[in-house]
């Protein structure tokens, strides 16, 4: 049974830097044809993808958020973590790590993006981040 655990933070200034952590468990971030993603959902409003980062380390942004974002692994501790830099307000929200498959071994994860070929199967708890001073 996998599972993802966050933590950080629940309480960020602005213009500072949100920074989490994902710790997987009964799984590894390196293992094949798996990626691994953070999503964030503030009040009131829609589900929303920030980004991942793919078996072989790649990574990929959301564009709308790709210029504050960055997602990194430590792999001796099978981690995965998640920084978002000059958070506002509007940052609020609570934050999920999950886990993505390909549903067809082998896609590369630009195909699979584009053909829609994943799936995701694991997901955290989710932790509360308020961004205020």
């Known amino acids: 049974q996998v599972q993802l655990r966050e933590s950080g933070p629940g309480l960020v200034k602005p213009s500072q830097t949100l920074s989490l952590t994902c710790t997987v468990s009964?799984?590894?971030?390196?293992?094949?044809?798996?990626?691994w993603s953070w999503v964030r959902q503030a009040p009131g409003k829609d589900l929303e993808w920030m980004g991942l980062i793919t078996d072989a380390g790649s990574t990929y942004y959301d564009p709308d958020l790709e210029s504050r974002t960055s997602i990194s692994r430590d792999t001796s501790k099978n981690q995965f973590s998640l920084q978002l830099r000059s958070v506002t307000p509007e940052d609020t929200a609570v934050y999920r790590c999950?886990?993505?498959?390909?549903?067809?071994?082998?896609?590369?994860?630009?195909?699979?993006?584009?053909?829609?070929?994943?799936?995701?199967?694991?997901w955290g708890q989710g932790t509360q981040v308020t961004v205020s001073s």
């Open positions: 999950a886990r993505l498959y390909l549903t067809v071994a082998g896609t590369s994860w630009i195909d699979a993006f584009t053909d829609g070929l994943y799936e995701y199967d694991y």
């Open positions: 009964g799984g590894t971030i390196t293992a094949s044809d798996y990626a």
